[in-house]
């Protein structure tokens, strides 16, 4: 079923003249040497366990054929690896430069044999119909312009009953833990960036973003609008992460 496209564009990196996903592949271009240094920095080190978490949830499913979208420097593609060993991996990316920092750690453990990397947007992938068992995507889905035809797009290169595992950051909404996680933005995020980044926007981005993207039962409502029925959903670490494992339905 073609679906109405609503953009998520109301952050963008830098301006309001360019497209988001063109301010976003020179953003990603240029942090690119940086940024798993700065993920490290921003989640504590978390986010390769809440990588690894959701990764396991695959485990119950077979998966030869897997597919990373916003593949970035490559870690999903590292962990799918170890925890699943599909056959073929393959990894799509808008910016080149995060996926050469991706590249070079691919072939430091030797996965280059049966891995590529593509600059592809997500709403507008190559691949046929029905290609892969399972499609990834960490902490990409809040970057997606078009949406709703990247969602399109990768309900039709899954198999029938293929899965699509989503991990994204969730801004805390209410309560204390909202209250401690604006502190931790101001004082930590800011000053860590501030002070080491060459790109001060970009990780003032990545967390405004954060702020309006759906996230939790609003976002499982339009990821079964487009056709994906919910297997799993759960939150990490006070819920500042959550994981949807979804299978696509028709
Ligand atoms: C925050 S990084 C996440 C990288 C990696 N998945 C991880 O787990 O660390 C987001 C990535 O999304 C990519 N991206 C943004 N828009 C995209 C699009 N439309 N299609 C494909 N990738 C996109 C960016 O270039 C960037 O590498």
């Not at 309001?16 to 920095?41: A, P, V």
């Not at 973003?209 to 799993?232: C, V």
Request: with cysteine; net charge neutral.
């Amino acid at each position: 079923m073609a679906h109405k496209e609503v953009l998520n564009d109301s952050v963008k990196p830098y301006n309001d003249r360019e497209s988001k996903t063109h301010q976003l592949r020179n953003m990603f271009n240029t942090i690119s040497k940086d940024y798993d240094f700065f993920n490290n920095l921003m989640s504590w080190g978390l986010a390769h366990l809440w990588r690894r978490k959701a990764m396991r949830w695959l485990h119950d499913y077979r998966t030869e054929t897997l597919l990373d979208i916003a593949t970035g420097t490559a870690d999903m593609l590292l962990l799918a690896d170890q925890l699943l060993s599909p056959e073929v991996l393959r990894g799509i990316d808008i910016s080149e430069e995060m996926m050469n920092v991706g590249w070079e750690k691919l072939k430091s453990h030797r996965l280059d044999h049966k891995t590529e990397l593509e600059v592809m947007d997500c709403a507008e992938m190559k691949f046929a119909d029905s290609t892969f068992d399972t499609v990834t995507i960490a902490f990409g889905i809040r970057n997606l312009e078009r949406l709703t035809q990247s969602l399109e797009q990768i309900n039709r290169v899954l198999k029938t009953n293929g899965r699509f595992l989503i991990i994204e950051m969730n801004e805390p909404q209410k309560g204390p833990l909202a209250v401690l996680y604006k502190i931790y933005v101001k004082l930590y995020v800011q000053l860590a960036t501030g002070l080491l980044s060459k790109d001060k926007e970009a990780y003032a981005y990545l967390t405004k973003s954060m702020h309006y993207f759906p996230q939790g039962k609003a976002l499982i409502e339009i990821l079964t609008d487009h056709d994906f029925r919910l297997l799993k959903y759960k939150s990490f670490t006070f819920g500042v992460c959550s994981a949807y494992l979804l299978e696509k339905t028709n």
